[in-house]
């Protein structure tokens, strides 16, 4: 009884120190036994809550924790059978979509996997089930809310709009002209309302050629879109190829010019479906292809990876296993038709951007044009508009610039770990009108929520602000690099590499010179007897110390 006892404190133990999330409830928890491709057989505890997978090893010779999202597991299988032979070979074996694939044992007899099989599958497909997302069901509460992070109306403002040659339109506000589109567009002065639902039929999806951003000084603007139908017929269209001249006399653009990230031949190939491309028809305008892969080729590319990186690194052939991937190939591509778009519309000419339906490679185009044009989303906050913005209203199925951006690297992990986490409502559903029908916003708490109550971790301290600064990165295979970080973070060996020692102390120096202003504020507070005052300037100095030493720079 004794043994049996200490056997079940040891088991509550292991899994005591397991923060729950508020509205996080346990759902079962199990002995059980990790392959770990690091450590080997691991014996454990896994708990499972209608938020996360939880594994801690028992063993005291060997510390291993998992901790997974629900939402980021992909699949579950099982993994051999009652008759199966060989240690370890009967139990689950579950693949995530951040890289991991993760492998658990468990006894044979008495169909020991059956329950935790079925709740696992349960609750890691809880739409499937009938059951509520976690993020409707959780109690998280937050100084600040994120869902006001962005305001349409209000980054148009920041952008200069309205004004003589661009109109705001409310013309979607029922997402009855396009229900991928947000309800808030920004269209030609000059074109009409009636004119925008022509155009809507002959754009795929009816996702119109509508403004992203406009250079302040130039007027040359980023324009986003889906494909015209043009079909095998070779259809036209006088409104869209009048209104696609609308856009280009808003600035005197000499040549209007049209970016289809995808390769001529799959453009050619979509006029079979009834899509297309803009021909010689569209006068003042030119047509260039950015030969970036459509979605099915980047899986793939993605899914070999994905088996170059996880579970092991092989170092001997690591730069021609990188390179049969693909990866840093696509990669290269869609940031120089980025930097084309930049390029384009920092000289004065403004561009239209799509792809099929607009919205994977378009997003992808423009967000990092943007990225590169206005210093604005490269702030903590404007990052979180650009997002809002570019990936999130206009609908998508969901390197290193050191002084540039004020955020870190950290904050990238973080919102892709949450993408697909469903602890925020932030990436739920394809698009806006989704999530206005499933009231996204009254019953979820947003990412920018949590962001925003814990901004220092997430800002980068060698930030220097430049406005007005166009960011042209190199888009050259022998610049790119593997993202190790994320893609091989689940290594050990790459996860116990410390932070940059001149980043920690940058961080040092930062904090003492805040110590030091503080310090020098509370003396100026105390000294409040005139004879003590400084004499020797005509006028008194009414800034504070924050602001006279704003201008102080830490030397390394």
Same mark, same amino acid.
């Given at each position: ?5 200490s056997?079940?404190?040891l ?21 059980? *036994? ?31 924790? $998992?901790d ?50 079925? $709740? ?50 409310? *013309?979607n ?49 980023? *324009? ?38 995808r390769?001529? /031949? ?38 070999k ?28 591509l ?5 930097i ?27 967000? $990092? ?71 996204l ?32 990165? /190199? ?8 993202? /190790? ?21 940058y961080?040092?120096l ?33 800034s ?13």
């Amino acid at each position: 009884m004794c043994v049996k006892a200490s056997r079940e404190s040891l088991k509550m133990e292991l899994l005591a120190d397991v923060s729950l999330l508020p509205g996080e409830e346990r759902i079962t928890d199990k002995d059980i *036994i990790y392959i770990c491709p690091f450590s080997g057989a691991v014996k454990g505890k896994v708990l499972i809550t209608n938020y996360r997978l939880y594994f801690k090893s028992s063993d005291t010779d060997v510390m291993v924790t $998992l901790d997974v999202p629900l939402g980021a597991i992909s699949r579950v299988e099982k993994m051999g059978g009652a008759s199966s032979r060989g240690e370890n070979s009967y139990g689950l074996d579950i693949t995530c979509k951040d890289m991991r694939n993760l492998r658990f044992a468990l006894k044979q007899e008495g169909h020991s996997r059956r329950d935790i099989f079925e $709740l696992l599958f349960r609750h890691a497909f809880p739409v499937s089930h009938g059951l509520p997302l976690f993020a409707y069901v959780s109690q998280e509460k937050y100084g600040d809310n994120g869902w006001n992070i962005y305001k349409p109306i209000e980054e148009f403002r920041r952008q200069g709009l309205p004004n003589n040659k661009w109109r705001i339109t409310f *013309i979607n506000k029922n997402y009855e002209l396009c229900d991928t589109y947000p309800t808030v567009l920004a269209v030609p002065f000059k074109s009409k309302e009636e004119d925008l639902r022509r155009v809507a039929t002959f754009r795929s999806r009816g996702r119109i050629p509508v403004l992203s951003w406009i250079h302040r000084e130039n007027q040359a603007v980023i *324009i986003r879109c889906s494909q015209p139908l043009v079909g095998m017929s070779g259809k036209r269209n006088k409104d869209d190829e009048r209104y696609l001249e609308l856009i280009r006399e808003a600035n005197n653009t000499t040549k209007l010019t049209i970016y289809d990230a995808r390769p001529n /031949v799959n453009a050619v190939a979509n006029k079979a479906t009834g899509g297309g491309y803009e021909g010689d028809e569209y006068q003042n305008a030119e047509l260039i292809f950015l030969d970036i892969q459509n979605i099915h080729v980047m899986r793939e590319s993605l899914k070999k990876l994905k088996d170059i990186v996880y579970p092991n690194v092989e170092e001997s052939h690591w730069l021609s296993s990188l390179e049969s991937t693909h990866w840093l190939e696509h990669v290269k591509l869609v940031l120089s038709g980025a930097i084309q778009v930049a390029d384009k519309v920092s000289s004065g000419n403004s561009v239209v951007v799509h792809c099929s339906d607009g919205w994977d490679r378009t997003a992808q185009l423009t967000a $990092l044009a943007m990225l590169m044009l206005d210093s604005h989303y490269r702030t903590l906050r404007g990052f979180q508009v650009l997002i809002e913005k570019e990936w999130i209203s206009f609908g998508h199925k969901f390197a290193s610039f050191p002084t540039a951006f004020e955020f870190n690297e950290r904050l990238l992990l973080m919102i892709l770990d949450h993408l697909y986490s469903c602890r925020f409502g932030t990436f739920l559903y394809n698009c806006e009108s989704a999530r206005d029908q499933h009231d996204l916003r009254s019953k979820t708490v947003s990412l920018w929520s949590l962001v925003n109550g814990k901004m220092d971790i997430y800002l980068n301290p060698f930030y220097t602000p430049e406005s007005g600064r166009v960011l042209y990165p /190199v888009a050259s295979m022998r610049h790119l690099e593997l993202w /190790v970080t994320y893609y091989i973070r689940w290594n050990p060996r790459i996860r116990q590499q410390q932070q940059s020692p001149v980043e920690q102390r940058y961080k040092e120096l930062l904090a003492l010179r805040d110590e030091y202003l503080k310090k020098l504020e509370e003396l100026q507070l105390s000294d409040s007897s005139p004879s003590s005052r400084l004499t020797n300037s005509p006028t008194p100095n009414t800034s504070t110390p924050s602001q006279q030493y704003a201008h102080l720079q830490t030397p390394f």
